[in-house]
């Protein structure tokens, strides 16, 4: 009876150990298709952003074509032309100098003479003052200004409420004039007149010219005026002379 039982016993740890053998492939498979799983899961991640990458790349393409028969527009800038400081537009303003009455052209006023480097003087960038005239140094449009400031003690019309002979001009006259050597006469580029008739015994009228001309290289400017004993040299801010490149 005892030799039965252990036979039993054996015949089923055969029988157990031969179904285990046979569970352990059909896990070992599980397991295999579970990490195969885990492994081409980043590879397929990985593929689908890349082709969704490069699909928004090709959508993107095809938005900036042209329509048809419409021809793409690139905004340019317009050319500019460059000044360096080596090549800055030439540029003076010339304040009013004490003026001594001495000789000038027949019939043409006399021209008023300037200071050009003290005080709020200056010339640059190849602009030259000499001898009562302002030397353009290079061919352009330049705009071209100034104020003339008079002042006197008496004027006409005191003179005439008086009983007596006008002491004065009736008016006042400034012009700034060009000269060049193409033309053999001065050409009056600005004029500026004004009535003088106050019946105080002092009075004072400043005169603004300021206007854009073109001008050649070796033109000379100057400013011109009717009576110059009345011209305001006192102040520089008063009466001025200047001319630039635009």
């Avoid at 028969?69 to 340019?76: A, H, L």
Wanted: glycine residues 6%; contains cysteine.
């Amino acid at each position: 009876m005892t030799e039965e039982l252990g036979l039993g016993f054996e015949e089923a740890a055969r029988v157990e150990m031969r179904e285990a053998r046979a569970r352990l492939p059909s896990r070992s498979k599980a397991c295999l298709a579970f990490l195969c799983c885990l492994l081409s899961f980043p590879i397929l991640v990985g593929l689908g952003t890349f082709l969704m990458a490069g699909q928004l790349r090709a959508v993107g393409k095809d938005c900036k074509l042209p329509l048809p028969g419409i021809k793409e527009r690139t905004s340019e800038p317009s050319p500019q032309p460059v000044y360096t400081s080596s090549r800055a537009k030439p540029r003076a303003h010339l304040t009013i100098l004490k003026q001594t009455p001495g000789p000038h052209e027949q019939n043409q006023f006399p021209a008023l003479h300037w200071e050009h480097e003290l005080g709020l003087a200056f010339t640059k960038n190849r602009m030259n003052y000499t001898n009562k005239f302002l030397v353009i140094p290079e061919s352009g449009d330049y705009f071209i200004y100034s104020q003339i400031t008079f002042r006197g003690i008496t004027s006409r019309c005191a003179d005439i409420s008086q009983g007596r002979q006008p002491s004065k001009p009736d008016s006042i006259i400034v012009v700034i004039t060009k000269v060049t050597d193409n033309y053999p006469e001065p050409a009056y580029l600005l004029t500026g007149t004004k009535s003088v008739c106050e019946i105080s015994s002092n009075w004072f009228q400043p005169l603004y010219l300021g206007a854009m001309f073109s001008l050649e290289e070796g033109d000379r400017l100057m400013v011109n005026v009717s009576d110059i004993s009345l011209v305001d040299y006192t102040k520089e801010d008063k009466t001025f002379f200047g001319a630039f490149l635009l």
